[in-house]
């Protein structure tokens, strides 16, 4: 049987189309899981599950994964996976961004997706159907900022979406240790070399706000400069520490009071130290809600081996005596 369909680079081509829809009308049959296959498509790489719609649209859109491999006995196809052979450039590039924002916006099932007329009121500015998910407010407004980006290409006839690309930089600005100037200035001289009429931010604060609705955020809470207190709760008015009486804020001290006065009623006054504070609570959150992690944060109590050997802190007597001590706690993994 013909397979030369499968690298054809005209994915609208009739013998394309007719290959793909024998292929999955096939798989389906064979393998399919609750109306679901791994999709081989470039951008899900055979790592998530698509409904049949779903993976015929993938195929013409974005192709066959390089390297996936299938053979034909009597007349039928049988799929092998192709895993093993998967590029890994490929596998480190491919950025499962509806996958990231249906963990992150957990009551909204990026699988049955948002209806067209929702996403095009929310754009256009005018009241949408009644088929809105379970959000509100900045939530809603930030998801939908989101979901447009996931759609929205780098630049025209570009594999990424501008969303992936944002995500991926980021995630190496912070790995490396970029300071926000250096990562303004790769932004502005990627924009440079792309096409014309690429997405990509041109500064880190752009960049920060697209990332800010994923979540995850930090609090500023000011503090003594000599680390007596913080001006926090019921302390969060106050212009000086009650423990040595040192100003909240930076102070000039080159210049005379009355320009200080002058100055302070103009400009927002600069705190003289910072403290950024990570809630716990939502990090836990989000290590529970996402599909990648989820299963990992039970894994000392579905997967533990129980033989008696101190294989892991669970075997301690501090785990057993924390257990027995909160009972209501220790029975949810």
């Given at each position: 049987m013909?397979?030369?369909?499968?690298n054809?680079?005209?994915?609208?081509?009739?013998?394309?189309i007719?290959?793909?829809?024998?292929f999955?009308?096939?798989?389906?049959?064979?393998?399919?899981k609750?109306?679901?296959?791994?999709?081989?498509?470039r951008?899900?790489?055979?790592?998530?599950?698509?409904?049949?719609?779903?993976?015929?649209?993938?195929l013409?859109?974005?192709?066959?994964?390089?390297?996936?491999?299938?053979t034909?006995?009597?007349k039928?196809?049988?799929?092998?996976?192709?895993?093993?052979?998967?590029?890994?450039?490929?596998?480190?590039?491919?950025?499962?961004m509806?996958?990231?924002?249906q963990?992150?916006?957990?009551g909204?099932?990026?699988?049955?997706?948002i209806?067209?007329?929702?996403?095009?009121?929310?754009?256009?500015?005018?009241e949408?159907?009644?088929?809105?998910?379970?959000?509100?407010?900045?939530?809603?407004d930030?998801?939908?900022?989101?979901?447009k980006?996931?759609?929205?290409?780098?630049?025209?006839n570009?594999?990424?979406?501008?969303?992936?690309?944002?995500v991926?930089?980021?995630?190496?600005?912070?790995l490396?240790?970029?300071s926000?100037k250096?990562?303004t200035?790769?932004?502005e001289?990627?924009?440079?070399?792309?096409?014309?009429g690429?997405?990509?931010p041109?500064?880190?604060?752009?960049?920060?706000k697209?990332?800010?609705?994923?979540g995850l955020?930090?609090?500023?809470i000011?503090a003594c400069?000599?680390?007596?207190?913080?001006?926090?709760k019921?302390?969060?008015n106050?212009?000086?520490?009650?423990?040595?009486?040192?100003?909240r804020?930076?102070?000039?001290t080159n210049?005379?009071?009355?320009?200080?006065?002058?100055?302070?009623k103009?400009?927002k006054p600069?705190?003289?130290?910072?403290l950024?504070?990570?809630?716990?609570?939502?990090?836990?959150?989000?290590?529970?809600?996402?599909?990648?992690?989820a299963?990992?944060?039970?894994?000392?109590?579905?997967e533990?081996?129980k033989?008696?050997l101190i294989?892991?802190?669970?075997?301690?007597?501090?785990?057993k005596?924390f257990?027995?001590?909160y009972?209501?706690?220790?029975?949810?993994?």
């Open positions: 013909d397979k030369t369909w499968i054809s680079k005209e994915t609208s081509s009739p013998d394309y007719k290959g793909i829809l024998n999955v009308n096939f798989t389906f049959e064979k393998s399919a609750a109306g679901k296959i791994l999709c081989p498509c951008r899900c790489a055979n790592l998530i599950w698509c409904s049949k719609e779903k993976v015929v649209d993938h013409v859109e974005k192709g066959f994964l390089r390297n996936y491999n299938w034909s006995r009597e039928d196809f049988a799929v092998v996976n192709s895993n093993e052979n998967r590029n890994e450039e490929e596998i480190a590039f491919n950025h499962d509806r996958g990231l924002l963990d992150a916006f957990a909204v099932n990026m699988e049955d997706s209806p067209n007329e929702v996403v095009d009121s929310f754009n256009s500015g005018k949408g159907s009644n088929q809105e998910p379970s959000m509100s407010g900045n939530d809603m930030g998801f939908f900022n989101l979901l980006d996931v759609g929205q290409k780098l630049y025209p570009c594999e990424e979406s501008k969303l992936g690309a944002i991926h930089l980021f995630h190496l600005k912070c490396n240790g970029w926000n250096s990562f200035q790769l932004l001289y990627l924009s440079f070399l792309l096409p014309e690429n997405v990509l041109k500064s880190y604060s752009e960049t920060k697209i990332i800010r609705s994923l955020s930090y609090e500023k000011h400069p000599n680390d007596c207190m913080l001006f926090w019921d302390k969060a106050d212009d000086f520490c009650f423990e040595c009486g040192a100003s804020w930076i102070v000039n210049i005379e009071e009355d320009s200080i006065d002058c100055t302070m103009k400009k600069k705190a003289a130290k910072v950024r504070w990570f809630p716990l609570i939502p990090r836990l959150q989000w290590l529970y809600i996402s599909s990648k992690t299963s990992l944060m039970r894994w000392h109590d579905e533990w081996t033989d008696g294989r892991h802190p669970t075997d301690s007597l501090a785990w005596h257990d027995e001590k009972p209501d706690f220790a029975v949810d993994p």
